[in-house]
């Protein structure tokens, strides 16, 4: 099983930054082949924000947020983080962290991905 923890949210203001992290844990999380962060707003469908390869630290981003967020890990810790600066009130959801175990998985659909955080609110003021 594989637990995910995510941290970092909270309010800000436009053009403001947070990071968030994502803590994986529990005995497979050797098995992770991808993780990936998605973001919700409620009435609407969970959006693709980043994903990335664990082993080569290859990264995805969501047009969105190319240019502002940053994905990076530590393989040591098991954790991943999105860094976004440059926020902006359509940033504002729900942000949460996903990891699968599938090697062929599509980053960008979440229904490939098995484990997820709990999410942590992201709000950003004008």
């Known amino acids: 099983q594989v637990q995910l923890v995510e941290s970092g949210g909270g309010l800000v203001q436009a053009g403001g930054s947070l990071r968030l992290s994502c803590a994986a844990s529990?005995?497979?999380?050797?098995?992770?082949?991808?993780m990936g962060w998605f973001r919700q707003d409620p009435g609407k469908e969970r959006e693709f924000v980043s994903g990335m390869d664990w082993k080569a630290g290859t990264s995805y981003y969501a047009d969105s947020v190319k240019g502002r967020f940053t994905i990076s890990r530590d393989n040591a810790k098991n954790t991943m983080y999105l860094q976004m600066d440059s926020l902006k009130r359509e940033d504002t959801a729900v942000y949460y962290c996903?990891?699968?175990?599938?090697?062929?998985?599509?980053?960008?659909?979440?229904?490939?991905?098995?484990?997820w955080g709990q999410g942590t609110q992201v709000t950003v003021s004008s």
């Open positions: 529990g005995g497979s999380t050797f098995m992770i082949r991808a």
């Open positions: 996903a990891a699968t175990r599938y090697y062929d998985a599509d980053y960008y659909r979440a229904s490939d991905y098995g484990y």
